[in-house]
């Protein structure tokens, strides 16, 4: 076999390789986004759940008259509680860190890979392949391709246990509340 027939090989498998990766720096932005703006939220809502009531102090002291501003840092405490809970729930932050973290281990194959592949077609360029040779070029391709599908199905299978866990913490969160509740404590009493 000739090694060009290997390259071509090569290259289809670099376009799909490719390919498959150009997903997560697209997801990764939208996540980048929404984690930063759920948390910024979350920070400017918790802070103004714990400046709300010193305003109504200060004022309320110069004015004598109550603005009742303390519901208010309740509303905002209870937003910022929200906005993190949307965030642990639908994982926009770990997500985020997820992806880049996965999009950084899948350019290091590719460039581990691609170099690597250098020294392969200087070393067989315009050969005729013996089979041994054509074998060790097809187990590299593979276990380059291998390697990569590995990589997404890692990220794949943290992805799902995180969406389990967080699933499994909400669900525990409101039993926690329902089981608290006066209605379900009255009829423990009868």
Known sequence: MKF??????YQSTLQNVESATSWYPKKRKSFRFYSQAIRLGTV????????????????????????????????AFSLAA??????????????WMRFMLTE????????????????IEIANKGKELTEDET????????LFNDSIDALIVAETKEWINEFKSSYQSLEKL?????????SKNRTTEL
């Open 44 to 75: 400017l809502l918790a802070g103004l759940g714990g400046i709300l009531p010193l305003v109504e102090l200060a004022i309320s002291s110069l004015v004598s008259q109550e603005l009742n501003l303390v519901n208010y840092g309740y509303v």
């Open 135 to 142: 074998s060790q070029i097809l187990d590299f391709i593979k």
């Open 4 to 9: 060009e027939e290997l390259a071509k090989y």
């Open 82 to 95: 929200s906005l993190f809970l949307i965030d642990k729930y639908f994982g926009y932050s770990t997500g």
């Open 104 to 119: 950084l281990e899948l350019r290091k194959v590719i460039t581990q890979k691609k170099s690597e592949w250098l020294y």
């Open 174 to 182: 409101t039993q926690q509340k329902s089981s608290g509740s006066p």
